[in-house]
């Protein structure tokens, strides 16, 4: 099994400041992420002035006056920002990646160099942007939020369609948090059976255990929100981990792939091997045995430790002669 790619998810938890976004790239690195994920657009080109917040967005911003384009006009990072965030990574030893949200955040995640884009669930029905982004990139995650298997086919048809070889799908619910009975962490297989890609889960429930799961389940990638603290007024801190988390979930995905890494065969293990005497039992004298006196129900038993012999040869003791003198708790030898 390739070791599970974990992304860490900052998107616009740093409120549109630069300082709280090289706090999270600390703290992805810190927890041993292997990316550490923002959000590229322009607020112009991704909503209408028309465009009303998701419930989710008024109830964890606290505000119902302004409208998506005004809330994410204060989330927005300008090229330079990206350039600094970017040199930041490297020092810090984890990898940048972004999600663009229009046409022109591609064109500019393709010009900074990036090989690999993230699909976010609300582009999965857009043509024009799934078009250009098989264009551009050579590797390609589609996230599935909100998604049927014939959009996530439609999707996936445009990328082959483009040649891309290099696709892969996160399982995904846009809901934030995602009620737990709505997670259906099943479909994640389904999804990589029917299109026989790399799967992963994008996770917005609360905690950490679902991710955990999903790397049980056999996800190779995992995608998380991250943030400084979840009190901050922001739509997606509150369904977000905070850094102790963060260092938390990785910790445990990576525990689990070392517990699903085995070769599949049940046999002792190197690490037990030397317990097999301990934990095992042998045939033991019950009571003193003269030699020439025939093993019985009634002189024999069963104790630690386990380095005679084995109980299963029970049947094969019985009736067969001491060859010479036992006492009590000593191992029976033929």
């Avoid at 939020?145 to 082959?160: L, P, Q, R, T, Y």
């Amino acid at each position: 099994m390739s070791k599970v790619i974990i992304i860490a998810e900052a998107g616009v938890n740093h409120n549109g400041s630069l300082e709280n976004a090289f706090k999270l790239v600390d703290a992805a690195s810190e927890a041993g992420v292997d990316y550490v994920k923002f959000q590229t657009f322009k607020a112009d080109k991704l909503v209408s002035k028309s465009a009303k917040k998701a419930e989710y967005q008024i109830t964890n911003t606290g505000n119902n006056e302004d409208s998506q384009l005004a809330m994410l006009k204060q989330l927005e990072l300008s090229h330079a920002d990206h350039e600094k965030i970017i040199t930041y990574c490297r020092e810090k030893g984890v990898h940048f990646f972004s999600t663009a949200f229009d046409l022109e955040s591609l064109q500019y995640l393709k010009e900074i160099g990036l090989d690999l884009v993230k699909i976010p669930s609300g582009e999965i029905t857009n043509l024009p942007y799934l078009r250009k982004a098989a264009q551009l990139f050579s590797k390609v995650i589609l996230s599935t939020g909100m998604s049927s298997m014939n959009d996530i086919k439609a999707a996936v048809d445009v990328f082959k369609k483009e040649k891309i070889k290099d696709i892969s799908i996160l399982h995904c619910n846009t809901e934030y948090p995602t009620p737990m009975n709505d997670v259906n962490l099943k479909a994640m297989l389904t999804i990589k059976d029917v299109f026989e890609t790399p799967v992963g889960y994008s996770d917005h429930t609360l905690g950490i255990e679902v991710p955990i799961a999903a790397v049980a389940l056999g996800a190779n990638i995992i995608e998380k929100h991250f943030t400084l603290d979840k009190t901050m007024e922001g739509p997606d801190h509150a369904a977000s981990l905070e850094p102790e988390e963060l260092k938390n979930m990785v910790a445990a995905i990576r525990n689990i792939e070392d517990a699903i890494s085995g070769t599949g065969l049940k046999e002792p293990s190197p690490s037990e091997m030397k317990n097999i005497k301990i934990a095992r039992k042998s045939i033991i004298a019950a009571k003193e045995i003269k030699k020439g006196e025939r093993f019985s129900e009634e002189n024999l038993t069963v104790k630690r430790p386990g380095d005679g012999i084995s109980p299963m040869q029970w049947d094969d003791v019985i009736g067969k002669q001491a060859n010479k003198d036992f006492y009590e708790d000593d191992l029976i030898e033929l």
